[in-house]
């Protein structure tokens, strides 16, 4: 079947624009998470979704930073006034349903460069 | 709080010798531990976990990890490694839901 996409792939913009970054989970999993991996460094959790609900939203760094997945199933994430320090790849993953020994699996990523 | 440390950001490793690349976790429970490979321009693959029915759990592409609680340890090992194994390796703890990850380890592997 079908794994996590993420689209677009790649993402340049200007400092101080909107983006907005679009995860497409493993059917059937309640789970959805959003990491930020920057360059040297393992990827670091923004925000936890079960179901509709974010479940821990404790590692968005500011409040430019909002993610939704209003029917359970497709998430967005939502950067406001980018920074050139948000430049980073954003990976999405699911599970099944979201218990803490569950495999997470995870999307490509989505590569933002903000210039 | 929970914290995950790899040690050796890089490691190169002739074809058809061992593979070890090292990982040590802290946390006040009981860890949930993986490992991921990440190839170029792809997302991460999982290789193997430990959820405390044994210790020596054996992963994909010949890949093996041993948890030692005494150690604070989960290494990954392969005792012959690939061309085809040259990648990024992240050790991650998922004991409290979301996985916390190491900095990884970029594995070189020469001819």
Known sequence: ?115 | AQSVTQLGSHVSVSEGALVLLRCNYSSSVPPYLFWYVQYPNQGLQLLLKYTSAATLVKGINGFEAEFKKSETSFHLTKPSAHMSDAAEYFCADGGSEKLVFGKGTKLTVNP
């Not at chain 1, 998470?33 to 393992?42: A, D, K």
């Not at chain 1, 409040?63 to 199933?73: Q, Y």
């Open chain 1, 1 to 115: 079947g079908a794994g996590v996409s993420q689209t677009p792939s790649n993402k340049v913009t200007e400092k101080g624009k909107y983006v907005e970054l679009r995860c497409d989970p493993i059917s059937g999993h309640t789970a959805l998470y959003w990491y930020r991996q920057s360059l040297g460094q393992g990827p670091e959790f923004l925000i936890y979704f079960q179901g509709t609900g974010a479940a821990d939203d404790s590692g968005l760094p500011n409040d430019r930073f909002f993610a939704v997945r209003p029917e359970g199933s497709v998430s967005t994430l939502k950067i406001q006034r980018t920074e050139r320090g948000d430049s980073a790849v954003y990976l999405c993953a699911s599970s099944l349903s979201g218990g803490y020994q569950e495999t997470q699996y995870f999307g490509p990523g989505t590569r933002l460069l903000v210039l």
